[in-house]
């Protein structure tokens, strides 16, 4: 029993301080007044079940096309009608350059 008594208590270290990677929600990341909750909000009402039932079963996962939607609708409002842009300013908002 003697032999015990050199051991010391080990803890796990606490990271109380360590900074989230990602925020806990990413409405966090927009302004509660930003002209995109008012697309997000118009568009989530619009019956899109023409445009879903042209999607064919299988291949690869697709994106959302409510989602597609906003993103042109949001690129329109601020003059941007190149798909390469569009493109180049969604990874830039993503990412929060």
């Known amino acids: 029993m003697a032999r015990y008594k050199t051991l010391n208590v080990a803890f796990k270290e606490t990271y109380q301080n360590q900074g989230m990677l990602l925020p806990p929600d990413l409405n ?14 118009v568009l989530e009402r619009i019956d899109i079940s023409d445009v879903l039932k042209l999607y064919q079963p299988g291949g690869k996962s697709s994106y959302q096309p409510r989602m597609l939607l906003k993103v042109l609708v949001s690129g329109y409002m601020n003059n941007i009608y190149s798909r390469c842009r569009l493109r180049q300013r969604t990874e830039l908002s993503v990412v929060g350059k």
């Open 28 to 41: 966090d990341l927009v302004a509660p007044d930003h002209p995109v909750r008012i697309v997000n909000d």
